[in-house]
């Protein structure tokens, strides 16, 4: 239950509570019909302190809007999987972490996938009370372990996922809460485990995405919260190329990773001294 989880374990209620704010937009872009009770209050309290900090009374926005840009990563990363779906050697998805994300419930997926969600036992006790009575429209398994933890991927391979076919992962929402050496070795596990022609997606901020004035308000929320970004990356291509994956970075805002809701302008790669997240996504060498 909510009072179990911790300050990162929260955030994916934080996510939940982004999603179902989206599908109640008749603009949405998609629609998530479990995302409330996944929330719950909880949620609904860490929306409200994130749109304060973003949207204050009588002001303009002066940090980056959360709510957009969850819609479009959402969005993102459901096109992404469901085109990985379709073609036929795709046999195995992987959430790590999962967290309140409920596609393994909400989209329809080819009877040969098979839908892995790895996280921390207390968020996925969360989630399964959250949904109980809900039927996954996937064969699902979870597996509950911290991916800090160093056996993770014994406990993953101990649900029945095979290292031998290719594999798709998305890795959403996590990097950034975890030091550099951690982004590294859980890259490396996830590489050490994944077929050639895996494919991978994550999102991922830059260096200065931790440091700038114009992200203190933001940044602040979620140290507050006790759950501080603690990574950042100018150079995802070649972050993702040191563990075996070859990979394109596209921005929120760009051509297939907009959908009309960016609401700020993309600045180019060659600029300094922004802030920039990326959505990367490639395969295994």
Same mark, same amino acid.
């Given at each position: 239950m909510t009072p179990q989880l911790d300050a990162v374990e929260r955030t994916a209620l934080l996510t939940a509570a982004l999603r179902a704010a989206e599908t109640r937009r008749p603009d949405r872009l998609y629609e998530d019909p479990y995302a409330e009770r996944l929330a719950g209050q909880t949620g609904t309290d860490l929306l409200a302190a994130v749109r304060a900090a973003t949207f204050p009374p009588g002001g303009e926005r002066a940090l980056p809007s959360t709510p +957009?840009?969850? %819609?479009? $990563?959402?969005?993102?990363f459901d096109d992404y999987l469901q085109q990985a779906a379709q073609d036929p050697g795709t046999t195995q998805i992987v959430l790590a972490p999962?967290?309140? +994300?409920?596609? %393994?419930? $909400?989209l329809d997926w080819p009877d040969?996938?098979?839908?892995?969600?790895?996280?921390?036992p207390a968020v996925l006790a969360h989630k399964d009370a959250s949904l109980a009575g809900v039927e996954p429209r996937v064969r699902r398994h979870a597996v509950a372990v911290d991916l800090t933890a160093p056996d993770w991927p014994e406990r993953l391979l101990d649900a029945g996922y095979?290292?031998?076919v290719p594999s798709t992962w998305l890795v959403e929402g996590l990097l950034y809460y975890i030091p550099e050496p951690g982004t590294h070795r859980i890259l490396q596990q996830?590489?050490?485990i994944s077929a050639p022609g895996s494919r991978i997606a994550a999102d991922l901020v830059n260096s200065a995405a931790l440091t700038l004035p114009g992200m203190r308000g933001l940044l602040d929320v979620f140290a507050g919260w006790?759950?501080?970004?603690?990574?950042?990356?100018?150079e995802p291509e070649e972050f993702f190329d040191a563990h075996g994956?070859?990979?394109h970075a596209t921005q929120p805002g760009e051509e297939g990773a907009g959908y009309g809701r960016w609401p700020d302008?993309?600045?180019?790669?060659?600029?300094?001294?922004?802030?920039?997240v990326f959505f990367v996504h490639g395969r295994r060498r």
């Open positions: +957009d840009y969850n %819609a479009i $990563r959402t969005r993102f999962a967290g309140m +994300d409920s596609r %393994a419930y $909400r040969r996938v098979r839908w892995f969600e790895v996280d921390r095979d290292p031998t996830v590489a050490e006790g759950c501080p970004w603690l990574f950042g990356s100018d994956f070859t990979v302008p993309v600045p180019p790669r060659t600029e300094r001294d922004v802030r920039r």
